[in-house]
């Protein structure tokens, strides 16, 4: 028995951070910025808005598109880089907030890639017995942006997408997930600072050592081959051909690498579903972000053959075909 994705939901705060208003910020440009990366605007949460927030409002559409209620939600799975607190979980106290009163409740941590992760575990559950699986992605990246860095200020913003899991039909749904993880390079996307390595301080705080710091070139070149890879790993695993894909959603991080990896796997421009323009990159929530517009607008439809892929931190990155 597979997966089926029950129902789709997404959330962005209201807020938004233009190019133009970063460049009162920070020594950059709009044209800079469109030419290197595609973002034109990003959202940002109001002070006081927190990751479970943006997931609640994620969550209870996506349950709502799934008609199923909260009650009956078995395991809730929140992945995310910037939760609440460090504890306790974000994903228990969504819990609480969506009143999934019988749904046991952790957070995923595999930065851009929790998505994915997330899905994949959720995946496993349904595969031995679990009735509906709640998988959320939710980032606030504004909160571990140091806004006076160009290198990364540029590129983030806030969001979060959710899909209902439940146990689905032979040939649809998740037909496969792949996930893979090298922590030699941990440096090349991290936030050194504030936690049990170098706990919170005033001198972390001088430092910046709580934002977020990245190697945007060389990442660049990494991403663009992991994700080609973890493609083909999906197509091959299922005996179909690239050019089977109706669509293809990958993390939303730069414009030119979406345009790479889908050059490399021949899809054609249309197949590829883009919304980083609007949004940037939102971390682990792109991917169900960008998945839940695909199936509001009817990119995505009955039947059809859509791939994820992603790549973060870590570094990790993972693929999913499903059948819609
Ligand atoms: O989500 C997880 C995965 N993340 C990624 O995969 C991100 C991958 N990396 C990227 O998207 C790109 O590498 C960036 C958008 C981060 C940077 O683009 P790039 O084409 O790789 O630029 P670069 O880092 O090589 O920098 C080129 C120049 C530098 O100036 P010099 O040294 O050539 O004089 C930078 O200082 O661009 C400069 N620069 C900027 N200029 C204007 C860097 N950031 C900015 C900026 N505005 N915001």
Request: hydrophobic letters at 45%; charged letters at 20%.
């Given at each position: ?111 851009c890639c929790?998505f994915v ?106 991403a663009?081959?992991?994700m ?22 990958p993390h939303q991080a730069?414009?030119?690498i ?23 990159n939102?971390s682990?929530?792109s991917i ?20 994820l892929a992603a790549f973060g ?12």
């Amino acid at each position: 028995m597979n997966s089926a994705i029950l129902g789709t939901g997404s959330y962005v705060p209201n807020r938004v951070l233009t190019n133009a208003d970063l460049e009162r910020m920070v020594d950059t440009s709009d044209t800079w910025i469109v030419e290197r990366t595609g973002i034109r605007e990003r959202r940002l949460v109001e002070p006081g808005q927190a990751c479970s927030d943006l997931g609640l409002e994620a969550a209870q559409r996506a349950l709502s598109a799934a008609k199923v209620k909260a009650c009956d939600i078995d395991l809730i799975l929140l992945a995310t880089c910037t939760g609440d607190a460090p504890l306790p979980s974000t994903a228990c106290l969504l819990q609480h907030q969506l009143g999934a009163t019988r749904a046991a409740a952790c957070d995923i941590s595999a930065a851009c890639c929790g998505f994915v992760y997330a899905l994949s575990i959720a995946d496993a559950y349904i595969k031995t017995g679990m009735r509906h699986v709640l998988v959320v992605a939710s980032e606030v990246m504004s909160a571990i942006t140091d806004w006076t860095d160009r290198n990364t200020c540029v590129l983030f913003g806030d969001g979060a997408g959710a899909v209902v899991l439940g146990q689905g039909s032979e040939g649809s749904g998740i037909l496969s997930t792949h996930l893979h993880a090298n922590g030699r390079l941990p440096e090349m996307i991290h936030v050194p600072g504030g936690g049990s390595k170098e706990p919170a301080s005033k001198d972390v705080l001088d430092n910046k050592r709580c934002f977020i710091k990245m190697k945007g070139n060389e990442t660049f070149k990494i991403a663009v081959k992991s994700m080609e890879e973890a493609a083909h790993e999906a197509v091959n695993a299922n005996s179909v051909a690239m050019t089977d894909i109706d669509v293809f959603i990958p993390h939303q991080a730069n414009m030119r690498i979406l345009k790479a990896v889908s050059q490399r796997l021949g899809l054609a421009q249309e197949k590829l579903m883009i919304n980083l323009d609007k949004f940037g990159n939102t971390s682990a929530a792109s991917i169900p972000l960008a998945l839940d517009e695909a199936v509001h607008s009817q990119k995505v439809q009955r039947g059809q053959l859509v791939l994820l892929a992603a790549f973060g931190a870590g570094l990790t990155w993972a693929s999913a075909l499903v059948r819609w």
